[in-house]
């Protein structure tokens, strides 16, 4: 529910609208980046210092939606789960159901071979590291598709698939393999 505090905006925490951006999944992200540090300076809560109690509070809070917001809209796995939240989706419900065996199978393998990195060889690394960007890559477009065709039931399964490849392409960043 939207807040209005005299003086500064109505705190939202929809934060397309907070950025005054599309709903749209693919975001141009020098677009948010922008916007984020123009919000930033016009609301930083150092601007309302000898305002009360109540407006410096307000800016604090507007603050920190905006950071959140920066966060969430420039990681695509959370811009996922937001879109699907602002359209009444239950997150940790999805994250509940059962996920297609052919996917689990694909990462699981991933996994695995993502552990044989360290005795690898340059070249199988980057394969492994290629099929992790490109498993991400399907689970990317299959979001988009989904969501931009309303069926938020298959792009539920994609953000899981997403939250599972996020997890990966962690553990692959962990070993030195930029993905």
Known sequence: MPVAIEGLPTISRDYFELFQLPVDFDLDLD??????RALQRKF??????SQGVG???AAAQLSADINSGYRILGDPVARAGFMLERLGR???ALERE???????MRQMELREALRALETSDAETRAEVVAEA???MDEAVAGFRAAISND???TAGGFYVQLLY??????EVAITGEPV
């Open 98 to 104: 059962p996920v297609e065996g052919s996917f689990l």
């Open 133 to 135: 960007r490109a498993l």
């Open 44 to 49: 930083h809560p150092d601007r309302f210092a």
């Open 165 to 170: 490849l996020k997890k990966l392409h962690t």
């Open 31 to 36: 677009e948010l980046a922008g916007r984020f």
């Open 55 to 57: 407006e410096r509070r």
């Open 90 to 92: 239950d997150l940790k």
């Open 151 to 153: 069926d938020l039931t």
